[in-house]
């Protein structure tokens, strides 16, 4: 018989064909459990951090297909079977890492299979908000309707595959609730929060604020700039994107566009703000907490994962309504405030990668071990894992 030790343990992601913050804790869980195989739809090994290149990747039948790994979007719908495909056998813990497709691997009768939530698929259930300023024309929308009310129904029926489910924040815990009918435990994401220590003693109060982001529409870029010219303020905007050149046309003589920067000069920018602005909603943001690790408040829109991370009066402050307006009110206010640096990097520390490690470790191995004991652990009956350093402040 298995012991919880012996027991074949394999990790489950959506495709890695990119960089993103999944893919970021996906390194992370590959240090926690280094002897599991990673199964995934597609793998371009050009596109993604280096690292991966010595994992142990194993890929669908969709690796084979041609411009795939380039431009998947094409082929939503075979995704689904992509990872029905994958067999999962030999295994006995399954952890899939999810924002749509990789929770519908199916696994043995006796395996315990371990969902950790990015979100249920956006595009699927919010689909105005996902595309709100993208150029889907209604023809467009008329064709994938069908398209996205089948999906809907498979998300769920696939939820019943998963025997329990964590969620990276409050909000995501909510929607898996309120689409899949279930309970989820919560686990933040890891963020490396120690290379801002240093900075902290150097840091001044260099009279700008700062954003760092992808350039794309969703991000809300828009409101920062907006808030930002009307109050004649500098900003500096890390990052890239396809929306630079809109972003570009309504910025200011205050606003500066850096691009991509390495690490080192991201938190250099980063750490003499008088404030990070965050205008997006988000499942969780990681950007906000390096921001607060490097002891700057943090101006974030009222919803989200910032809920979960943002103190008011204490780390940063919300705004509420995403309009330009609301949002310079309340820059007006954090800039006139003192903020004590050291006490936003404590809390920012409380989100570590290795908080991450340890509640991610009792999850799987309380499971694991309840799966060898012969405990009933389907549909999330079982009981949750130990999360007694689980972070609630900020949650509204």
């Known amino acids: 018989m298995k012991t919880v030790e012996t027991m074949r343990f394999a990790i489950v992601h959506d495709y890695l064909n990119q960089m993103g913050g999944a893919e970021r804790v996906l390194m992370v869980l590959h240090d926690l459990f280094p002897d599991a195989p990673i199964f995934t739809s597609i793998y371009e090994p050009t596109l993604v ?3 991966f290149h010595t994992m142990d990747i194993r890929t669908s039948f969709m690796q084979r297909l041609p411009l795939v790994h380039r431009h998947h979007q094409p082929f939503l719908p075979v995704f689904p079977f992509a990872f029905e495909s994958l067999d999962l056998s030999k295994y006995d813990v399954v952890l899939s890492m999810s924002s749509a497709w990789s929770k519908a691997v199916l696994t043995r009768p006796d395996a315990v299979h371990l969902n950790y939530c990015l979100t249920p698929m956006r595009f699927a259930w919010a689909f105005d908000d996902y595309v709100r300023d993208e150029p889907v024309s209604r023809w467009q929308r008329a064709i994938l309707a069908p398209v996205l009310s089948w999906l809907r129904h498979w ?7 998963v025997d329990e489910f964590s969620a990276i924040s409050t909000v995501v815990q909510q929607r898996i609730n309120k689409y899949y009918r279930r309970d989820a435990s919560i686990i933040y994401p890891p963020v490396d929060t120690t290379p801002f220590a240093p900075l902290r003693a150097t840091a001044r109060d260099g009279g700008y604020f700062v954003v760092a982001s992808r350039l794309i529409p969703y991000k809300r870029i828009d409101l920062a700039i907006g808030a930002c010219n009307q109050l004649r303020m500098p900003l500096k905007i890390l990052g890239e994107g396809r929306d630079r050149a809109r972003l570009e046309a309504l910025a200011g003589p205050t606003i500066e566009f850096l691009g991509w920067v390495n690490e080192a000069e991201k938190r250099s920018v980063i750490a003499n703000a008088t404030a990070f602005i965050f205008p997006a909603e988000e499942d969780f943001g990681i950007a906000p907490v390096e921001a607060m690790a490097a002891g700057r408040p943090v101006v974030a829109f009222s919803a989200g994962g910032a809920l979960d991370t943002v103190i008011p009066g204490k780390t940063g402050a919300f705004f509420r309504d995403a309009r ?23 809390h920012a520390a409380r989100f570590d990668t290795e908080t991450f490690k340890a509640q991610m470790g009792a999850w799987v191995a309380c499971a694991a071990s309840r799966a060898h004991d012969g405990t009933p652990v389907r549909r999330g009956d079982g009981p949750h894992p130990p999360n007694a350093d689980r972070i609630t402040h900020g949650v509204s």
């Open 324 to 346: 330009p307006d609301a949002l310079a009110s309340v820059l007006s206010e954090v800039g006139r405030q003192s903020w004590d640096g050291d006490a936003i990097a404590a």
């Open 49 to 51: 951090d280096p690292a």
């Open 155 to 161: 998300d769920v029926k696939t939820s019943n595959r």
